[in-house]
């Protein structure tokens, strides 16, 4: 099966692995604090702190930057259910603002207009996440911009973008937002079978976040003795292994290799479907370098008469599993019924919903089966 992303596993990885699980600790230990002294590295950031999930990154970031109930926190509903499932963890309300149909990124004009509005009305926004979808950074320093201007906190939700570059500047995300997640799910740009990471230059944010992945205990004891601890506050158990975290450290030193096999697979893409007037590659921008975690390209279905279901039933059954990323967050039940939202509020959002595919883009994808699938691809659409 070619599925539309996959993991990379090497030798590496598994010897990586395999040493710690022979040591002294399996749980967080000395992997998991170089795993975090190595993303600092990579952000050029003061502080990581990595957590057991992307999720639990988002639930983290909310209660460090005080999220409650009546706060009102902007997003994207082209995301991954976790980034608003975060704002109503706290009870903040999930306030969605349309995408760009250029970038598949929030619309920041319609993010100023939403600002400017609230603010006439005294009613204040206390924060935004913005997602680099598919691996497109957003515009960050007109974010930064609004950020200031309206004092509000930025959240990167950068799942997908880990090795993306805005300005030629790799660390971006954390140069430009207060806070950062990331995801090591097995499908992301690095994995660590589940897991995740927040990054900051923020020391309130890094404190806070850093006791609620263990409990909100904080420990006064060098030698391990439990009984002198003290709980400070109430918080979870989002700890990452130690072999989880050594996976992560010999997937981040493959960064580079995987960007640029990203890169390449991306680039034949756009050169078989950029000529079609039937489909849109995604687009970029001179100061972003895409780190292509997908690879989303949009048909127009209802000019080539087709039905959407019935090409990736027929894909299936010839063994590439395509995708849609994603929903859009306010088709689902559970933000029906408690925000209501209309779906002409969302014009760029519906009318990508109904195009978009996402075809096969992984470090692991070779030159042939990427060819199989194009011809397979041009046949179904176009003879
Ligand atoms: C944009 C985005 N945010 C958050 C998450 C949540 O990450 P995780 O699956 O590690 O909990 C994902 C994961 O798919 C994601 O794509």
Redo the contacts with the bound molecule.
């Keep these: 099966m070619i599925n539309y992303a996959r993991h990379y596993i090497d030798n590496h990885d598994l010897k990586s692995v395999e040493e710690v699980l022979k040591s002294d600790f399996l749980s967080q230990g000395p992997a998991t604090f170089k795993f975090e002294k190595l993303l600092n590295k990579f952000f050029e950031s003061r502080y990581t702190t990595v957590v057991s ?3 639990a990154a ?1 639930h983290l970031i909310g209660k460090a930057l005080g999220w409650k109930k009546g706060d009102e926190i902007i997003t994207s509903p082209l ?2 259910a ?2 608003a499932n975060s704002i109503c963890y706290s009870g903040a309300y999930p306030l969605f603002i349309d995408i760009d149909p250029n970038t598949y990124n929030i619309d920041l004009d319609q993010v100023e207009n939403k600002l400017k509005k609230k603010n006439k009305f005294k009613k204040k926004i206390k924060g935004i996440i913005a ?1 680099d979808y598919a691996g497109n950074p957003c515009d960050w320093k007109n974010l930064r911009f609004l950020g200031n201007k309206y004092n509000v906190k930025l959240v990167n ?1 950068n ?2 973008a880990l090795g993306a570059k805005y300005f030629g500047d790799k660390g971006y995300a954390v140069r430009y937002a207060d806070v950062v ?1 990331q ?3 097995s499908l992301k740009n690095i994995t660590t079978g ?3 990471a927040i990054i900051t230059n923020d020391k309130k944010i890094h404190n806070k976040v850093k006791i609620l992945r263990s409990h909100g205990v904080v420990s006064k004891s060098r030698k391990g003795f439990h009984w002198k601890n003290n709980q400070i506050d109430l918080g979870y158990n989002y700890r990452l292994t130690d072999f989880q975290s050594a996976l992560g450290i010999s997937q981040l030193k493959k960064i580079n290799i995987f960007m640029r096999r990203r890169t390449e697979i991306a680039s034949i893409y756009d050169t078989c479907f950029s000529e079609n007037k039937n489909l849109s590659i995604p687009k970029t921008n001179l100061r972003n370098e895409h780190a292509y975690h997908l690879y989303p390209l949009l048909i127009d279905f209802n000019k080539l008469k087709i039905k959407k279901d019935k090409m990736l039933n027929f894909f299936l059954k010839k063994g590439i599993r395509l995708q849609v990323n994603y929903t859009p967050l306010y088709h689902y039940d559970f933000y029906k019924k408690n925000f209501n939202y209309k779906k002409k509020l969302f014009p760029n959002a519906e009318n990508f919903f109904q195009q978009e595919v996402s075809i096969p883009i992984f470090p692991g994808l070779s030159k042939n089966d990427q060819l199989k699938f194009i011809k397979l691809f041009n046949n179904y659409l176009f003879n």
């Design positions: 999930s992307g999720t988002l995301t991954f976790a980034t997602i939700d799942c997908h997640s995801s090591f799910q589940e897991g995740g």
